[in-house]
């Protein structure tokens, strides 16, 4: 876990240079004539979205945690889980989202194992099922506005082409079997068998009702991110915002964050939002353009490490927890 905790911050401390950057390009002055007349309940409403979005994701994390059996009686499950256990477990992976590909969300599986005794090897896959539902929703939302804005085809096309082979493979055990099988042939036979171990969870969570369903709600929840950039931009007197242009901006400069597989994003998501949204959206300059993605990253990615943040630590309040927490590291989730 110590490792995931420092990857963490170095995303922390790296979207702090990004963002530092981005102010001295643009000049911090035209930044806050921005601002001045800017309604700050735009970003309160945009945080509300953004809440209702997390409360989307725990319910997908608790479906998940149903599939799989984890609550009910026998050696190696959590008969004894409470919501309010799994809700803190589920809210401190947000502290994780800086990772590349939010991978680090895994610490969810890390905490469970360490609060619970649930093996790591079961839960994992909840994060590639969240993942991969994320991106189908992402995709289907750029859809909206892919007609007008079809320079963008490719990061769309690439981002289907690889939910689908991640559906494929990982969704087959004998697909999936026969991929462990080739990685122990090349001499990594101890990866291939640990590896193995995450076969039956990845394959359940991937069958076509459990996709289906959790893209529903990665749908719903990615839509009320949408509707708190439209909120954010909304909040500028002289920006006249589309609920469907800012839709496909915020869904598809997401896509270009999540393919870059930078920590979080970080500067591919800020620096393709800034530039088409002050290109695209009628009364949007590019001080605005820069100052409305700077609050809508913070009303989204920056809320939730602050709220994962909060609930690490009530987590680790616990010796317990906090003694067995520090013994585990990701390769404990194939233990």
Request: net charge positive.
């Amino acid at each position: 876990m110590n490792r995931l905790l420092r990857r963490a911050l170095l995303g922390i401390a790296l979207g702090a240079l990004l963002y530092a950057g981005a102010l001295v390009a643009v000049d911090a002055s035209r930044l806050r004539e921005s601002l001045a007349g800017y309604r700050w309940s735009a970003l309160g409403a945009a945080l509300l979205l953004s809440t209702g979005n997390y409360a989307l994701r725990f319910v997908k994390w608790e479906l998940c945690l149903g599939w799989l059996g984890i609550r009910e009686p026998g050696e190696g499950n959590a008969p004894g889980l409470t919501r309010r256990r799994s809700a803190l477990i589920y809210a401190a992976g947000l502290s994780m989202s800086v990772t590349p590909g939010k991978l680090g969300e895994v610490l969810r599986s890390l905490l469970l194992r360490s609060s619970d005794g649930v093996s790591g090897s079961r839960t994992a896959p909840i994060v590639i099922a969240d993942r991969l539902t994320d991106l189908i929703a992402l995709v289907v939302l750029s859809l909206l506005g892919i007609a007008r804005f079809r320079e963008y085809l490719p990061v769309v096309g690439a981002a289907l082409a690889l939910v689908v082979a991640a559906v494929l493979g990982l969704g087959s055990p004998r697909v999936l079997r026969a991929a462990l099988r080739g990685v122990g042939r090349l001499g990594l036979q101890a990866v291939a068998i640990r590896a193995e171990r995450l076969v039956g969870s990845s394959s359940l969570l991937l069958r076509l009702r459990p996709l289906a369903l959790l893209t529903a709600l990665s749908l719903v929840g990615w839509g009320l991110e949408c509707l708190g950039y439209y909120c954010v931009l909304r909040g500028f007197p002289a920006a006249e915002p589309g609920l469907l242009l800012c839709a496909f901006l915020w869904s598809a400069t997401t896509l270009i964050g999540a393919l870059s597989f930078l920590p979080g994003g970080l500067g591919a998501t800020e620096g393709s939002l800034a530039v088409l949204a002050g290109r695209l959206v009628p009364g949007v300059g590019a001080p605005t353009a820069l100052a409305s993605t700077l609050l809508a990253r913070a009303a989204t990615l920056w809320y939730a490490v602050l709220l994962g943040g909060v609930a690490l630590a009530l987590f680790l309040r616990d010796p317990v927890l906090r003694a067995a927490s520090r013994r585990l590291d990701a390769g404990s989730l194939v233990d």
